[in-house]
């Protein structure tokens, strides 16, 4: 497939010359897809941004989008001027936590869509899009559509969590939510009826909890849990409804365009045509990539998650870099010493708690959340503040982080308490 042809098939009218840097941040549905579309059907680079973008996120941003690009692409990448590989840029945590942009092209995208239409066995994907567009999963839902001649409805979380659903009309239609969306959705006996109609719920953003599933199950909704990232435009495995329905659990086998491998170590290692160029401004060598997730697969070949390599929070999808949200505490100035972690959340899946040591003064709390507000996006923001008795550390004097979560968990779960 070529640039221009990707271009088309999202709505875009004509091809242009302009080699002009594109930056697509647009909120309303409409807007995006239409800024989206002229800049794929120019010769630029596309980046897309996040509207909701806190000061930190849009400087991160801004310092990347000004790097000059690299020119030492892999010759079996460079495929002419309308057809050049990694000229679409999406904005993501990496592995490490901070941001970075991931390469992807008409290549990539259409690699994904192939292997979602043969693992799900349809000819056309019809989806109605509840994710934000400028999120991997949001976007994929619409390239979808566009690539099979499938329809496309935008739609927004705050109507479907109202009770307002689009009419869908007769197709197999798909639909895409993280945890906590489909946990807000079950509390509600209608909502459950309407996702009952789905050809599939297409579940991913991060780790589903046990009774999660168990009530999509009991409520007979066509679940399809996933995994994948913003790295590899989004799944590379997904468990079919019927496997969900039929008693199995995890995230399924490959799509057919996937390679998922789990190396010595436990870690999960992706190959195939969706995957990645590189991070912007840099370029990947063709060979698999690996995540910073361990898993195991079950007897039916199935991908279990265990955990992450690393301490990225992952709270309703979205993803929060301790040392980051550390940072942002440190310099109000309120705490003697201060970390974060993640606790357990029957809603978000996990959430940011703040723990700091005992002592005679107390941080001004009020002040604290007024002060990281300015900095941090909501989602990595603490929902707890945990005042520890014994401040654990180590032999050599640093924290001891397993224990200190293990602290932090205990207090959560015993009645709200914020003293341990």
Not at 34 to 51: K, L, N, Q
Not at 77 to 82: H, S, T
Request: proline share 6%; with cysteine; hydrophobic share 40%.
């Amino acid at each position: 497939m070529e640039r221009i042809e990707l271009a088309r098939l999202l709505g875009a009218r004509r091809a242009t010359v302009s080699r002009e840097t594109v930056v697509v941040e647009e909120e309303d549905p409409a807007a995006f897809l239409a800024a989206f579309a002229r800049g794929a059907a120019g010769r630029g680079t596309v980046f897309v941004a996040d509207p909701t973008w806190r000061a930190t996120e849009r400087e991160q941003f801004a310092r990347l989008v000004a790097l000059p690009t690299r020119n030492s692409k892999p010759k079996t990448q460079d495929r002419g001027a309308l057809g050049a590989a990694g000229w679409l840029c999406l904005p993501t945590g990496g592995s490490s936590g901070r941001m970075r942009l991931a390469r992807h092209d008409q290549d990539t995208l259409a690699a994904a869509v192939r292997g979602c239409r043969a693992h799900f066995g349809v000819e056309r994907i019809d989806a109605v899009g509840v994710l934000p567009l400028h999120h991997v999963s949001g976007l994929m839902a619409w390239v979808r559509c566009a690539l099979t001649g499938g329809r496309f409805l935008p739609w927004t979380w705050a109507d479907l969590e109202a009770g307002r659903w689009p009419g869908t009309g007769r197709g197999e239609w798909f639909v895409s939510l993280v945890p906590t969306q489909l946990h807000r959705l079950l509390a509600r006996r209608a909502a459950a009826e309407r996702l009952r109609r789905f050809r599939a719920v297409l579940l991913g953003g991060g780790p589903a909890w046990p009774e999660l599933l168990e009530r999509a199950a009991a409520a007979r909704i066509r679940l399809a849990p996933s995994y994948g990232s913003t790295e590899t435009a989004a799944m590379v495995t997904a468990l079919r409804p019927e496997e969900f329905l039929a008693g199995e659990r995890g995230c399924g086998s490959a799509l057919p365009h996937a390679r998922v491998t789990i190396d010595p170590n436990g870690v999960v290692q992706i190959a195939g045509g969706s995957l990645f160029r590189g991070y912007y401004p840099g370029w990947r060598r063709e060979e698999p990539w690996s995540t910073d997730d361990l898993g195991r697969f079950d007897e039916h070949g199935g991908l279990h998650v265990l955990g992450r390599r690393d301490a990225l929070i992952i709270t309703g999808g979205k993803k929060a870099d301790p040392n980051e949200v550390e940072a942002a505490l440190r310099a109000t100035a309120e705490f003697a010493d201060v970390a974060v972690v993640a606790v357990p959340d029957g809603e978000w899946g996990e959430t940011v708690a703040a723990c700091y040591p005992a002592g005679r003064r107390e941080p001004n709390l009020d002040s604290v959340r007024r002060l990281i507000a300015r900095h941090l996006a909501p989602h990595k923001r603490p929902k707890h503040y945990l005042r520890i008795q014994h401040w654990p550390r180590n032999a050599q004097g640093k924290i001891n982080r397993s224990a200190l979560t293990a602290l932090a968990r205990v207090s959560v779960s015993s009645s709200g308490r914020s003293d341990v």
